[in-house]
C-alpha cells in the first residue's frame, strides 16, 4: 500500500481525494460521489461546517483538462475510513493517523523557536531546501500540464533564487567588511579569485555553497557575481567558529574576535 501524500494549506493537513482513492482501490469517480453525498449532509447542520472535512479543489490532467477532486483533512478521512470494513478500510486508516501525526510533529519541530545562531542557520536551511522541493515539484507538474511558459530560463529560475546571499550580507553577521571575509576565505584554502570574481576550489565547488548570478547591465554587457546558499552560509560558520571567529549574536560583549573591518 503506497504513502498518502500529506499537504499543508492555510494551516490545514491535507490529503488529495486521488491518493485516498488510490490507497483505498477505489474508484476516484465514486469517492468524489461519497463526499459530494457526505457533503449535502453536513451542510444541513449549521452546526457542522463541510469545509472542516472536504475541501473542494480541482486538477488539471495531462491533456489540460479540468477535473474535480477533494482535499480532506484529518476529520475528513476519519469519516471515509468509518465507511470502509475489511482489510483495506484497517490499512487505510492506520496509514492516515500515522502520517498525519508524523506531519504534526514535523510541524512542531520546525516551530520550535532557534536558541543559537547555528540553530537558527540550519532552521533557514531546512525551509529552503523544503521551499525549493516544492518549486521544484511544481515545475515537473507545470510540465507534465504543458502549461510551462516559454520565457522561464535557467536565469528566472537559479540565477536571481532569492535565497542567495552576497558575501557582504554574511559578513554583516560577523561585524566584518566583504573584504575582510573574502580575504579570510582566501587564507583559509575556501577560494580564490580570477579576474572580479571569487570561485571555490575544487574541493569545495560540488558542495552546493556558491552559485553564480549574472546581472545584465544592458543589451551587451552583464556582471558575473558569486553568491552563497543557505546551505554555504551554514558552512562558512562552522568554518569560521573553528579558527575562534563567531557572529556578532554569539559573542560576549568583551570579545572582539573576528570584527576586522
Known sequence: MSQLKILTQDGKLLVDSRGVAQMTGKRHADLIRDIDGYKEILDQNENLRSDSFFVESSYKSGTGKSYRCYLLTRKGCDMVANKMTGEKGVLFTAAYVTQFEEMEQQLKQSYRLPT??????????????????????????????????????????????????????????????????????????????????????????????????????????????????????????????????????????????????
Open 116 to 261: 543559537t545562531y547555528k540553530e537558527a542557520l540550519q532552521q533557514l536551511l531546512a525551509t529552503v531546501e523544503h521551499n525549493e522541493k516544492l518549486q521544484t515539484e511544481n515545475l515537473v507538474l507545470v510540465q507534465q500540464n504543458k502549461e510551462l511558459k516559454p520565457k522561464a530560463s535557467y536565469y528566472d529560475m537559479v540565477l536571481q533564487n532569492k535565497s542567495l546571499l552576497s558575501v557582504s550580507k554574511i559578513a554583516k553577521d560577523y561585524g566584518m567588511s566583504a573584504i575582510a571575509l573574502n580575504k579570510k576565505l582566501r587564507e583559509l584554502g575556501v577560494q580564490y579569485k580570477q579576474g572580479d570574481i571569487w570561485l571555490l576550489y575544487a574541493k569545495y565547488q560540488d558542495k552546493g555553497y556558491t552559485q553564480t548570478t549574472t546581472h545584465v547591465i544592458d543589451a551587451d554587457k552583464s556582471k558575473v557575481s558569486t553568491k552563497w546558499t543557505q546551505k554555504g552560509r551554514l558552512f562558512i560558520y562552522d568554518l569560521l567558529k573553528k579558527e575562534g571567529i563567531l557572529p556578532m549574536i554569539e559573542r560576549d560583549d568583551h570579545d572582539l574576535t573576528g570584527t576586522e573591518v
